[in-house]
């Protein structure tokens, strides 16, 4: 009988030992009901909805003038826990077909509140690692705001070769004014080249082919 007290202690620190030697678990990955993203870029916010009510609203950092975030319907495709450093600790792809955007964090996060980025969506660290235990790939993201970048900033100028938002808008008044026969893409290629070149020359406008701050104000910006 007085062997039990002896047994039932090894069998406690076993129990114990395997325990303490047990990798550690990742947070649990909380996935509400039906979430979707809005970020507005007036007011450099990320929210959150579940089922359609308010969850949560982050500060974020948005694109630079020259490089303006793609307003839209948009949707997350891909995450990485462990993106380059450049990109905090996490990553969410969005499914925009000008070039690699995303929701992501940062190493520099006296940004956050302002026009920095290259057009991708950055929060603070711990906000992105947040979010990203909640979204999953097909989260759907609304991004609303101006296409031309910043608001109340001049457009750059666009010619051929550059892709984006910025872009798409210029070839949707073109197609509005019976200059470009397809579906606009964002994309400024040959055919763009001659619908602006065609636009421009009806307007009486010289030198190169480019929508500049007079081509804007002819296009109806």
């Known amino acids: 009988m007085k062997r039990y007290p002896v047994i039932i202690t090894i069998i406690l620190c076993a129990l114990l030992c395997t325990v303490s030697s047990a990798p550690p678990v990742e947070a649990t990955r909380i996935v509400p009901e039906n979430l979707s993203i809005i970020i507005d870029m007036d007011n450099l916010t990320l929210t959150l ?41 996490r990553f969410m792809g969005l499914n925009i077909p000008y070039g690699q955007y995303g929701i992501h964090g940062t190493n520099n996060p006296h940004s956050i509140g302002s026009f920095a980025s290259l057009g991708c969506i950055r929060m603070f660290n711990s906000d992105a690692e947040e979010i990203y235990r909640m979204v999953t790939n097909g989260t759907p993201v609304v991004i609303v705001g101006t296409p031309f970048g910043a608001p109340g900033a001049s457009p750059s100028p666009l010619r051929i070769g550059n892709r984006g938002p910025d872009v798409l808008e210029i070839q949707r008044a073109l197609k509005r004014l019976g200059y470009l026969k397809w579906t606009p893409d964002g994309f400024w290629g040959q055919g763009t080249e001659k619908a602006v070149n065609e636009f421009r020359r009806d307007r009486g ?14 296009l109806g910006f």
């Open 205 to 218: 406008l010289t030198g190169a082919n480019i929508v500049d701050d007079e081509t804007f104000k002819l």
């Open 49 to 89: 909805f579940n089922k359609g009510e308010f969850y949560k609203k982050y500060p974020v950092a948005m694109g630079k003038y020259q490089t303006p975030t793609p307003v839209g319907n948009w949707k997350i495709i891909s995450m990485s826990s462990n993106p380059p450093s450049v990109m905090g600790t």
